[in-house]
């Protein structure tokens, strides 16, 4: 009688906007932040008799996205009216595809500290976004409060592209690391911002609970428009929560929409006047099926970046799983691989772009990788904050290794002797008192040797040369 005796059952469908220039079937550019409803025309305000012409940059990032998710491209993919009333949605319907999507069936590869887990992509299709209602009194929420809501169509007919995933998800943690990894697919891809914060990401979570063991499917929640990873994660904890001790109590477990309250951490029915879904898809008999040609889906897949998910495979055998991953996903792989080309141990420059480079605040693309990794070899005979200042200019126009490296000579012993020696003379009572045995003096002897050498002594050396000195 445990949560843990219970395994989660989670799909997605991911909405991304697509980073084109104009809307998905009219002329007007898209710009977030623009006046209210200033980016309109006839078509996206559904004025009658105004046609739609789809944007064919947003099908070639739609096939983009279909490729990288190893989805099957279609030979001729239909729009679709899909039909329902809401304020936001001039026409009565949104255009969509439906039975005949751009991108059919496909799987993703998500790395896990024990293996692969493939979660299967159901379609990835081409639509278009509905307006923004604003909610008068703030409220961003359907029933709170004001009596009347405010609408800008800026929004109204940005490309969007919907990927619906397999319910293959089996944790909370789980569906949010494939989240973040889709999400950085998306990104590299260049074919959307997907940022959650401004809208561009958004996510649909579909949550049922089964004893372990248990074949078939119990009643799902889905959970609409979350907008933040840490929501996605927790509204997940709470809907398994709460379905878990419904189900182990005897009550009902209702297939519906629910609404995750962050205050109280819980899930509640949403509260909603639409019926159930009945859309009543039918080709769009203003558009012709896209048939994308061959040469052009070629051209497409030669141009995909390797994968997120790939890059973590490729470099986890020399750097570790956990390391792999922070590099991958903060985007700082790149330069380990140039570091590593450049003929920089595997290990050390992982840590030290995770480390170091991280911590200079330098952007890893602008950092001469060549030069880099020759203070990296030498960091071991550098003195730290010389490593550390090579580290920090490396990214610097014109940046050279060479003047950094050569103040590694003043670890050489034949260079310090003398100024160990003119310490020595010049304190002769700490040397009394070391000769006495109070070694802890050494320390003061030390100092004055970096002191004399401005820095630039190797501690270690300078350490080794004095007990030398201090025992003949
Ligand atoms: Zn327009």
């Not at 390391?323 to 691989?337: H, I, K, M, Q, S």
Request: glycine share 8%; net charge negative; charged share 30%.
């Amino acid at each position: 009688m445990a949560v843990r005796d219970w395994e989660a059952v989670i799909g997605l469908e991911v909405h991304a906007h697509l980073k084109t220039r104009t809307k998905m079937f009219c002329r007007c550019e898209l710009e977030y932040g623009a006046p209210e409803n200033t980016r309109t025309c006839p078509v996206c305000l559904a004025h009658p008799g105004a046609l739609p012409v789809p944007n064919e940059r947003a099908i070639e990032q739609t096939i983009k996205l279909g490729l990288a998710l190893d989805c099957g491209i279609a030979a001729r993919a239909i729009f679709a009216r899909k039909n329902y009333f809401y304020p936001d949605l001039p026409k009565g319907y949104q255009i969509s595809q439906y039975e005949a999507p751009l991108a059919g069936r496909g799987r993703f590869r998500l790395p896990r500290p024990d293996g692969d887990r493939e979660i299967g992509i159901v379609r990835a299709h081409l639509e278009e976004d509905a307006a923004k209602t604003v909610h008068a009194g703030g409220a961003t929420g359907r029933s709170v409060g004001a009596d009347y809501s405010l609408v800008d169509f800026n929004r109204g007919g940005t490309p969007l592209v919907e990927i619906v995933t397999e319910p293959d998800l089996r944790s909370a943690e789980e569906a949010v690391w494939f989240l973040r990894l889709l999400r950085q697919t998306i990104v590299e891809l260049g074919i959307s911002d997907a940022e959650m914060e401004k809208g561009t990401l958004r996510a649909d979570v579909n949550v049922s609970v089964r004893r372990r063991g248990e074949e078939g499917y119990r009643p799902r929640w889905e959970i609409k428009n979350m907008n933040s990873f840490t929501f996605v994660g927790r509204a997940i904890e709470a809907a398994i929560r709460q379905q878990v001790a419904a189900h182990e109590a005897g009550e009902p477990v209702e297939q519906s929409t629910y609404d995750y309250d962050a205050d109280t951490d819980r899930l509640t029915v949403h509260r909603s006047k639409e019926e159930a879904d009945d859309y009543r898809y039918f080709p769009e008999p203003d558009l012709v099926p896209v048939e994308p040609p061959a040469e052009l889906v070629e051209r497409l897949r030669a141009e995909l970046p390797e994968r997120p998910a790939d890059r973590i495979r490729r470099i986890e055998p020399a750097v570790g799983f956990d390391a792999a991953v922070e590099l991958v996903t903060t985007g700082r792989d790149r330069l380990y691989d140039r570091l590593v080309a450049a003929g920089a141990e595997a290990r050390v420059a992982a840590n030290a772009v995770m480390n170091e480079v991280a911590a200079a605040g330098i952007d890893p693309e602008a950092v001469d990788a060549g030069e880099l990794a020759k203070v990296l070899g030498a960091r071991e005979r550098l003195p730290r904050d010389v490593y550390l200042e090579a580290v920090a200019r490396s990214a610097d126009p014109g940046f050279a290794a060479a003047p950094f490296l050569e103040q590694e000579a003043v670890s050489d012993a034949s260079a310090l002797e003398p100024v160990v020696e003119a310490v020595l003379a010049a304190n002769p009572e700490q040397v009394q008192t070391y000769l006495g045995g109070k070694e802890g003096v050494l320390g003061y002897l030390v100092g004055q040797v970096m002191r004399e050498t401005r820095g630039k002594a190797d501690p270690r050396v300078v350490n080794r040369l004095l007990r030398e000195k201090l025992r003949a």
